[in-house]
């Protein structure tokens, strides 16, 4: 499959798992070998997706090929690819249980075993940044750069998610999601039971590497 | 397409977000060039909207062509393009947390970079109003004309939204009440973090003008 | 479309909008001018539902006509049958949020204007009632009979509902968990604005009445 | 239907009633008359289950037969079938309501009819216990032996459930999340009133016996 192809078909993993509404999120994948990356186009429905109206740009952000403009998040990916070289795929939703925390400002606190696996621990928050300059893209790369978790929840806004390809940027995606709804629900009717830290540390070196070594797909 | 095309279309964008039940909620775009206006037909379900059975109303909300009554709330559509020539596209539905925040009769406060993209700052509260006469109608210009919001909180009632054109005035209710649940999802376990007025104003400004250049579809 | 029709389709709007999950949940439809009326089969799934496999019952609730055992439920709707001669349809459900109104015993208040046109006031509670004998069927009819709402919450147990027909009954049904939703949301937050008793007389006049009078599909 | 055939269908019900994000969720069934059990392969999507990638293991969940590894959760599965020689059927979910109760380490209270009819009483819980060795499996099997709940809260982690086969295992997963649900919601707004002792062995006597000899399917 090529990079069109893949980033076109990971946007209904967003609609499946009801992360995103009209066009709100987006999908992005580096070109291997390449100092380009396909991106969503701008205002396209998710229905209307095709590996042809995917665009590609560079790591400044511009525009390289592609018939539409390129979504209006893609100069924060750009930041994420230049600044990050082992990410491959980057993912932006404003998906409603993680943005939730995201407007408080608050952290998710792992007191999942999933989540210890996928995040190594509490999924983080990022600063308050306006879109128009690379004050997003700095946010994602400062607080995820060292950090254990794919997934940052960026102050009032939404979720970035990273991965080594787009694959692993939907699914940190989908999985933060997921936990932010969990441990939301959680907390409505009291306080959730912590891990040890020494249990989340086995859970995350378990699951990147045992779990990693079975190669799942 | 023609606008019987576009407003039976668009009631399918109502049901994938889960905005209406049964037969709650309702469409109409404005004919351009004509005093008329295109809306669904009453007490149809969503499966068996067709081009066909749409209605079509003068701007007293008279049936003018159609073989089925016009939605029991034509009196307000109607009141909402005679006061606001600009207004293309009205649509109404009792959506859940948005029709939560009118029932406690509390607008929603601006705390999303997504809300301030769209809507400009809060989601504003109408007044409570009966059916039957041009209340509701006047309700919702009274609130929105001059307003950033293109949707509007009718006290114990629902959402009405407006736009450039009918799909304009969808998006506004799909995204109205996604950002009502995150709100409320929010404020469920704490106070959300302000945005300041300078910063909702930069996004606004950007969103409807930067962005809007673009013509994203 | 004959009744075992009407009814194996109306399965699929208790599927639709989430009322029900794996088997728990009925409709059932009264057979103009005859005693007997058509019922789910009891533990067949709703993908596996057919005109041929529903079954008819008499209204001492004994199977007439049908391979499977009627649901489990026969009982409870056939009280209601004998005792609501103008009662064409019967369903009952778990669906969520009404289900939590009816575990706490509470009866949900009229705070939606959209409550008011359906149900004319608040849904009430019915009582604690065991399966086996005509306990149900009695706590329904009670609470129902001479009151303006078609739905009666059964305490710690779920929602009947009832109408004309058996698609009144669906419809009910259905706005049953649309309100109990809403209001639930809007008392998560704080307390609903109360709608003044003479509004609701309005509304509820003006629905059943002049709406009705458009005969609405 | 073939063992495969049915473990492979059955993940369908777990997307349905959406119990799973992701590949996180399994459904496994043992082969009659033989010390042997089919389970999903580990990080395959949902949507690429057939029969024939699903992988068979022994009881020691050692792989017998399969192109994939087994489902990283075998080992509890394993430990299930060895101990309790009645069970034909094991499910895990991180489903989010049930795992919410699990992050609190809270047994859900049996405060509904349909919980008294199907689990008996109260959904225990479980102990926290790290994936690696035999530590889940015993926590499941020492809950659930000489319970009558089908369902166990595992703490901070998720959901396993048994029956008499895969089929069964299913239900009661789906169920669980279904009186989960329900009773959060209901506790979101107050106390649910409890179902006295004697009547939740009524209802439970009554649908293990009187309504399992319909052999509902």
Same mark, same amino acid.
Request: aromatic share 6%; charged share 20%; glycine share 10%.
């Given at each position: 499959?090529?990079?069109?192809? =893949? ?5 209904? @993993?967003?609609?499946?798992?009801? %992360?995103?509404? &009209? +066009? ?16 969503? !186009? ?7 997706? /095709? !590996? ?10 511009? %525009?390289? @090929? ?7 998040? +893609?100069?924060?990916?750009? #930041?994420?690819?230049?600044?990050? !070289? ?14 939730? &925390? ?10 999942? /075993? ?5 995040f190594g621990g509490e999924i983080p928050i990022g600063p308050f940044a306006l879109i128009g300059d690379d004050s997003i893209g700095q946010g994602?790369? @400062? /607080? ?8 940052? %929840?960026?102050?009032n806004h939404g979720v970035f998610s990273i991965g080594k390809d787009a694959k692993a940027a939907v699914k940190a995606a989908v999985m933060c @999601? ?16 912590? =891990? !040890? ?5 086995? %859970? ?6 045992? #779990? ?6």
């Amino acid at each position: 499959m090529t990079m069109r192809e =893949i980033v076109a078909g990971l946007h209904a @993993e967003l609609v499946r798992y009801n %992360l995103v509404a &009209w +066009t709100a999120g987006n999908v992005s994948g580096r070109i291997p070998g390449e100092d380009l990356f396909v991106i969503k !186009p701008s205002g396209v429905s998710y229905d209307e997706l /095709t !590996p042809r109206n995917m665009v590609v740009c560079d790591l400044d952000g511009n %525009l390289v @090929e592609g018939e539409h403009s390129p979504s209006s998040d +893609t100069a924060a990916h750009a #930041y994420v690819y230049r600044n990050m !070289p082992d990410v491959g795929g980057v993912v932006h939703t404003h998906s409603t249980y993680a943005s939730a &925390w995201a407007a408080r400002g608050e952290a998710i606190p792992c007191v999942l /075993t999933a989540m210890a696996d996928e995040f190594g621990g509490e999924i983080p928050i990022g600063p308050f940044a306006l879109i128009g300059d690379d004050s997003i893209g700095q946010g994602i790369v @400062e /607080t995820l750069k060292g950090h254990r978790s794919k997934a940052v %929840l960026m102050r009032n806004h939404g979720v970035f998610s990273i991965g080594k390809d787009a694959k692993a940027a939907v699914k940190a995606a989908v999985m933060c @999601e997921d936990v932010a709804r969990t441990v939301h629900v959680a907390r409505q009717l009291g306080e959730p039971l912590p =891990i !040890p830290q020494d249990d989340i540390d086995r %859970l995350y070196d378990r699951y990147q590497n045992v #779990y990693g070594q079975r190669s799942p797909r």
